[in-house]
């Protein structure tokens, strides 16, 4: 019986590095029956062929949490403030400039805005949030903004179609979308961990509009749940249908739940079924250019391994939100020193993943000493 799974694990991933697209039920009898070490193998080969071999990115952008007021209430969710709470807060246009001017004098070029559900805020609030960031930082600041959930808030909240309302974010100055709030896309995990966030299709639907109007963006899964090997699987084909569609996302970030709340069960996700699950999504998601690891949740160990695994990116340097910080690479230095210290060359890029001109950190490419 052990040597049939291999065989079939075998045949499966001399199918993907043939170029062939590997079915659901191929992806699942690798998580569930392949070595590790074979799979990480495999992903390695195709991302290579994909992306400069030698090369992996990094980003700085920081996040700004405009609002922490939400009415969806996640179960796993430490973040969002009740509508009458107390503790509730929601940043003033102004404040935000100032929390993007103090990421830009550090290196950031980008924002993230990202922010619960807060009925009460009007579409005008996020216009005038746009634009006034352009106006006193430069349109090359990229506004990377708004989570399925808080664009379908908006369209409630307005009663206008989605597609208008994001043409008008897009005319302000919103660049990108992140596909966040998909979690694991089984209507059974959603039910479990947010029953009042949006169904599967909702998020689909807002994501196919962002894209058809020219927002791209990424796309991410969370697990170490209550989720099955199965769901895994079928997140990953809904993510790739939807880009066969429209070729919107152009990263994708696999991700572990972290315990934030007593109502909310994790479980423990062991280093070699991460990077399995990463190769699967390189291997399976053959329609995406890119794959990201983040060092915040599984340390620089695993990070570090992911690169060699598939990812091509380690996500970004990401300044968090009320003090000038970052968990895990703490500063653009560190994440350099990161990318060396894994075997790679070290190029910043911006939020469409083209890479920047060479600055200060990159004289020893440029040849420029200064
Ligand atoms: S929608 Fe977002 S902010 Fe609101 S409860 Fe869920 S995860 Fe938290």
Not at 125 to 136: E, G, M, Q, T, W
Not at 227 to 244: A, F, G, K, Y
């Amino acid at each position: 019986m052990a040597i049939w799974k291999s065989e079939r694990s075998d045949y499966i991933l001399e199918k993907a590095l043939a170029g062939e697209r590997i079915a659901p039920p191929e992806a699942l009898a690798l998580y569930e029956s392949a070595d590790f070490l074979r799979v990480m193998a495999a992903a390695r080969e195709i991302r290579n062929r994909k992306n400069n071999p030698s090369v992996v990115t990094y980003t700085m952008f920081r996040v700004v949490n405009y609002t922490t007021f939400c009415n969806v209430d996640c179960s796993f969710c430490s973040f969002a403030a009740p509508m009458d709470s107390p503790r509730g807060t929601t940043l003033s246009a102004e404040q935000i400039v100032q929390k993007m001017r103090e990421a830009v004098a550090i290196g950031a070029d980008q924002m993230f805005l990202q922010g619960g559900v807060n009925p009460n805020l009007p579409l005008d609030y996020y216009l005038d949030v746009i634009r006034k960031v352009k106006d006193a930082l430069g349109l090359h600041i990229h506004v990377h903004a708004f989570s399925p959930v808080e664009l379908l808030g908006m369209e409630q909240q307005t009663g206008m179609s989605l597609r208008r309302i994001l043409r008008e974010l897009k005319a302000a100055g919103m660049d990108s979308v992140p596909g966040a709030g998909a979690e694991i896309l089984t209507e059974r995990v959603r039910a479990l961990l947010s029953p009042k966030k949006a169904p599967v299709s909702e998020w689909v639907r807002v994501m196919e509009t962002c894209h058809e109007e020219g927002l791209p963006g990424s796309a991410n899964i969370v697990f170490g749940s209550e989720e099955t090997r199965e769901e895994i699987i079928e997140h990953l084909s809904v993510v790739r249908d939807l880009q066969d569609r429209t070729s919107g996302f152009l990263a994708f970030i696999p991700w572990t739940f972290q315990p934030q709340t007593k109502r909310f069960r994790t479980r423990h996700v062991p280093s070699h079924e991460f990077l399995k699950i990463l190769g699967i999504c390189r291997i399976f998601l053959d329609n995406i250019p890119h794959i990201e690891t983040s060092v915040m949740v599984l340390g620089q160990g695993v990070g570090s391994l992911a690169l060699h695994a598939g990812a091509d990116d380690i996500s970004s340097v990401v300044i968090e939100e009320n003090v000038l910080k970052s968990y895990g690479l703490k500063t653009e230095e560190k994440a350099r020193q990161f990318i060396r210290e894994s075997g790679f060359t070290p190029v910043k890029r911006d939020l469409l993943y083209r890479p920047l001109k060479p600055g200060k950190w990159d004289n020893h490419l440029s040849g420029n000493d200064e």
